[in-house]
């Protein structure tokens, strides 16, 4: 496997042919924190994997998951038993989507969220390089859960540290803890994800420690897509059955001294703009 400097990281192959020289035909890569992000935040790139035969779609999930809510069947479980069960779910996920591979960093969350993470940065760089993608989905910059937020700002990080080598990269900052209808229209990146209801479904069903564990994010997340398709436009017809919504992270890497607070305190600014000027015209 590629050197990674977390001694606990994986790299698995659903096709079975444990080649890195593989992860060279990475069109889209997904990074996200937790076992199941991929599924929700990466949809899109999971369905061009499996639609198109000349992109691929390769999975990176941050964290060891051991501190995962556990109820019912789960709810003497260890944080080790946890790990376990949610890498093996995390794999089975892998086998379903027909992923070209998947990533476990498994890295303990306080690791992540902490300002000494630059093992994390140096692996997410290594893998970036490897797989040279063409797309990047992670967490948005919005988003309400910590360990996301950290994961964000740890992609944005390898990527301006690799300079002109991720260039060209379009970054993809997508919801999960925050729903992103509120984002204007115009910033608003909507990604048709209508292809294979039921595969994303079965995606999502995947992981039955957390369904079990007493959160439906089979409907949670299948609800927020249909809902975003119906409510995206009020006066057009809708386009699409499920939208994912995003939003652009690609000019927070083509300008490195760009501030992250800034562009989203600009994003933000521009919501309070558009209602405050709605309701002064009316």
């Known amino acids: 496997m590629i050197q990674l400097q977390n001694s606990l990281a994986e790299c698995y192959f659903p096709s079975g042919n444990e080649d890195d020289a593989l992860l060279g035909k990475t069109t889209h890569l997904g990074i996200g924190a937790h076992q199941d992000d991929l599924e929700m935040l990466a949809i899109h790139g999971i369905l061009a994997g499996l639609e198109h035969e000349d992109q691929s779609f390769t999975g990176v999930t941050v964290t060891d998951g051991r501190g995962a809510p556990r109820t019912g069947e789960f709810a003497d479980y260890s944080d080790d038993d946890m790990w376990q069960v949610r890498c093996k779910e995390q794999r089975q996920a892998a086998d379903i989507g027909r992923y070209n591979a998947q990533f476990q960093l498994n890295y303990a969350s306080a690791q992540v ?65 925050r729903g992103l209808d509120w984002l204007a229209d115009e910033l608003k990146v909507a990604l048709d994800v209508s292809g294979h209801p039921e595969l994303q479904v079965e995606l999502l069903l995947a992981f039955h420690s957390q369904i079990e564990g007493g959160k439906r994010y089979d409907l949670a997340t299948m609800g927020r897509r249909r809902a975003n398709a119906t409510y995206y436009q009020s006066h057009h017809t809708d386009h699409a059955e499920l939208l994912t919504y995003a939003m652009d992270l690609t000019p927070l890497i083509k300008n490195p001294q760009l501030s992250v607070g800034e562009y989203v305190d600009d994003i933000i600014q521009n919501l309070a703009k558009d209602v405050q000027e709605r309701l002064g015209r009316l």
């Not at 390089?129 to 910059?141: D, E, V």
């Not at 859960?145 to 990527?159: G, P, R, W, Y």
């Open 113 to 177: 969220k902490s300002s000494k993470r630059n093992n994390v940065i140096s692996d997410l760089m290594t893998i970036i390089q490897t797989c040279q993608p063409r797309i990047i989905y992670t967490h948005n910059l919005a988003d309400k859960h910590d360990t996301h937020v950290a994961v964000a700002l740890s992609v944005i990080e390898a990527l301006r540290r690799l300079g002109q080598e991720a260039q060209g990269i379009t970054v993809y900052g997508s919801e999960i803890w």
